[in-house]
């Protein structure tokens, strides 16, 4: 279990969620206190590690006195406000979102896609075959990572995690405008030639899966991956004293991928490449 400081107390503050009364930590968010209710109100891009984006635009609701819809990942709880999480105007904008971003980009490994667009009924195909945004084959070069830029929604939360919030290597950034917009490496080259480092943070935080472990990839193209028989196992990072937390997935007796939990206090979800990637050595048994 990861130990958690105890922080300062801070105030609760009172609001209305669905017409019931709610009270939340200050500086709380709308979703936080949704969450806390267990309300499922959904997201892509929201992180508990990075500030909100407010770029895929599924989780807003309605909130009294507001004129538009707004993001419930960003929007902080106030005393005396009035949330409704629910309402017809709040599930058709989320219907259209999710017909949007389907019709454009694969969400077949995004968790939790499949159940909204059924759930609010939405209707990609009804754009036409027209509407995809991009038709490429993954980017495999190199034995860690892959780029599956036809699942890219645009979150951004790869870039913000190699950049200023976490690794401060700015490797990845976005070229392009409107249409033409795209995350991509500098010059838009192999990461080989990139200033990628290689920590495989932002594949810890990409939502859809348009980062994936190589292990993964190469898994879930043979037909043999299956997160219900993986377990998980935390454990202290041996490199060095800093005493990060590793998550170890593991299938079949064999490590598939490496995470960190996000509410550690040293690593908060983030490794370097050999807490990350190098793992092969535990398992030879040779």
């Not at 984006?53 to 004129?67: F, P, Y």
Request: proline share 5%.
């Amino acid at each position: 279990m990861t130990a958690i400081p105890l922080g300062v107390p801070r105030r609760l503050v009172e609001f209305t969620l669905d017409g019931q009364e709610a009270r939340v930590p200050e500086g709380s968010t709308v979703l936080d206190a949704c969450r806390a209710a267990g309300k499922d109100v959904p997201t892509l891009c929201q992180g508990d590690t990075l500030t909100p984006k407010n770029a895929c635009r599924v989780c807003v609701v309605e909130v009294e006195g507001s004129r538009t819809l707004v993001p419930a990942c960003s929007r902080r709880a106030e005393p005396g406000m009035e949330v409704r999480t629910d309402t017809e105007r709040a599930r058709h904008s989320r219907k259209v979102v999710l017909e949007l971003l389907a019709s454009s980009v694969d969400l077949s490994t995004t968790p939790g896609a499949a159940e909204w667009i059924r759930d609010y009924g939405a209707e990609p195909d009804r754009f036409g075959p027209g509407a995809a945004r991009l038709d490429e084959v993954p980017r495999v070069d190199n034995d860690l990572y892959v780029r599956d830029y036809d699942k890219c929604i645009l979150c951004y939360k790869c870039v913000d995690a190699c950049g200023e919030q976490w690794q401060n290597s700015f490797a990845i950034s976005v070229v392009g405008r409107g249409f033409d917009a795209r995350i991509a490496v500098e010059r838009d080259a192999p990461l080989t030639d990139s200033a990628c480092v290689y920590c495989g943070n932002c594949v810890e935080v990409c939502p859809t899966g348009a980062l994936s472990f190589k292990s993964e990839f190469d898994m879930r193209a043979a037909g043999t991956w299956d997160e219900s028989a993986q377990t998980e196992t935390t454990t202290v990072c041996a490199y060095c004293g800093v005493g990060c937390n590793l998550t170890l997935h593991v299938q079949d007796n064999e490590i598939v991928k490496v995470t960190s939990p996000h509410d550690n206090p040293v690593t908060h979800g983030n490794l370097c490449i050999k807490g990350r990637f190098g793992y092969q050595h535990v398992q030879n048994r040779g």
